[in-house]
Every structure is written in C-alpha cells, then in structure tokens.
C-alpha cells in the first residue's frame, strides 16, 4: 500500500561578522521515480531571496540561493510532499548460469558502459591491503554476493555518532571501525567497485520509526547494478535493501557528488550552523 509523505528540513547559520556575499546550492529535494511520485516543494528563506532552480551533473534539481544583501543569521525551511510506492524488491529472476553473469563483469564494453562507478575516488579509495577485505564468490549469483557484502560492512563498522565528519577518510574508517551511514556506504561502495560492480552513492530520507539506524538529517545507502536485472539498492547501515521507508534525492559517485548543502562564504571570523530533518507517513 503506497504511503503519503511529509517531509521538513530546516537549516540554521549564524556568523560572528557580517556576510557580504554568499551562495548556497541545496540537494535535497525528493526525485521522481518508479517507487515515488508527486513530488511538491515548498522552499523558503528568512532574507526573501529568489530562489533558483537548476539541474545538476548527474540530473537531479537543486536549489540555488544567492542573497542580494549582508546578514549575520540565516534560516532556511524546505516542505516535501510525495506518494511512496510499495513495490516488490525481489521481482527479478536470477540467471541460473552463474558463471555467465559474472563473465558479464568482464567484458570490455560492460566496464566502458559503467567506468564512472567503477573508479575509486577520493572517499572510496582503500590501500591494497585493505582491497583484500572482502572478495566475491564466483559459484554464487551476483545479487547474493552483495546481500553477503551488505551484511559484512554492517557487522565490520560499528554505527558511531561523532566518530567521523563528511570529511573523514575511508582509511580512517576501516582503521577505527567505527562510522555513520556515509562511511557505511563509501566502503560498501569501494569493495564491490574493486569486485567489478557498478555502485552509486546514494543520498536521500530514511523513515526511522522502524527502528532502522541512520543519520538525523539525510541517510546514505548504495546502488548496484547487476547484469540481466539493473540498479538495486543495499542500505549496509541497516543490513536490509533498499525499501519504501528510503526516499531518494540523488545519486553519485561519492559524498561530494549528493553533499545535500553547499557553499561559498564571504565574511570574516567563525559561524555555528545547525541543520535537521523531520519524516512523517502515513499510509
């Protein structure tokens, strides 16, 4: 049964000086897709300034601020409303000629299709000893591999609030063992890259009165794309696929590809900056 959503973010910034020129580009607005629909936005700014809308490099809209005078505090409201679908995860059938699937993984063509998700990058990227983690079995299917490698980054990171920032590298990670959904998603997505699977990070909203452990603003899970069946999403945060209580925004490489807020700053002197994210559904 679909499910009505609902959907506050608020941002809050407060500088010690005066700003004199700022702009902002804000990832966060619900895409629409198979599993949801009917998107509308609502976006407000406590200096009245136009809002620009705009598309970015990979499709996904954003929001673009660039305010016309100085300040010293500003607030940001943004209000979604979707329908959520209810869609079978496992309607597809699995090849029965295992082998033949994962020679798919190897063809020349196959890897030029997918390169840009198939490259480590900056918050993907694991030394090569740290690359022998997690290696795939080639007597089971594709599909099983990744519900085993979701299971494994679940039970190696331990969900730590504070451990790590948007900044912490993947090394650090797998060091400590210690990390919030982001780092769940960015070794999920290093070791099935270095496996031969194509993989997205994932950024969007997680309805959390399930029980399900995420960050309190935007959650991160992953996208793989396994030959003969397509994209499929993997919350390794959670141990579970993607279902109806994510709602995506948008998709990437990386963190930085889906950062939900970005933004230049002219002003002297430090800011405090508070961000948060309220769900509701209702079927």
């Known amino acids: 049964m679909p ?3 609902e959907i506050t973010y608020r ?11 700022a702009y902002w580009q804000f990832l966060i607005i ?3 897709n198979d599993s949801q629909h009917n998107v509308e936005i609502e976006f407000n700014n406590s ?3 136009i809002t620009e809308n705009s598309i970015n490099g990979y499709g996904f809209k954003t929001l673009r601020i660039h305010p016309k005078k100085k300040f010293k505090k500003v607030t940001f409201e943004a209000k979604f409303k979707l329908i959520k679908e209810d869609i079978d995860l496992f309607d597809f059938n699995i090849n029965p000629n295992v082998s033949a699937a994962h020679a798919e993984l190897q063809k020349l063509d196959f890897r030029i299709n997918y390169e840009r998700f198939l490259k480590a990058t900056t918050f993907t990227n694991l030394s090569f000893a740290q690359e022998q983690l997690y290696a795939f079995d080639s007597t089971i299917s594709i599909f099983k591999n990744l519900e085993n490698l979701n299971h494994w980054v679940y039970n190696f990171i331990e969900f730590s609030t504070g451990a790590t920032d948007v900044s912490t590298m993947l090394n650090d990670v797998v060091t400590n063992k210690k990390g919030v959904c982001q ?4 070794l999920f997505c290093a070791l ?4 031969g699977i194509p993989t997205r990070y994932v950024s969007g909203y997680l309805d959390q009165t399930h029980g399900f452990k995420g960050d ?9 794309y396994i030959p003969e069946i397509g994209w499929k999403g ?16 948008c998709h990437g490489k990386d963190y930085n590809d889906c950062a939900p807020l970005k933004g230049i700053i002219y002003s002297l002197g430090t800011n405090k900056t508070k961000h948060s994210v309220t769900l509701q559904s209702q079927q």
């Open 192 to 195: 099935a890259r270095i496996n």
């Open 11 to 21: 941002a809050k910034n407060i500088y010690d000086d005066w700003v004199h020129t």
């Open 216 to 224: 309190s603003q935007m959650h991160a899970w992953v996208e793989c």
């Open 183 to 186: 780092d769940f998603a960015h």
């Open 3 to 5: 499910r009505d959503i």
């Open 47 to 49: 200096l009245f300034a």
């Open 234 to 249: 993997f919350d390794p945060t959670n141990n579970i696929l993607a279902d109806m209580n994510h709602i995506k925004v």
């Open 30 to 32: 619900p895409v629409e």
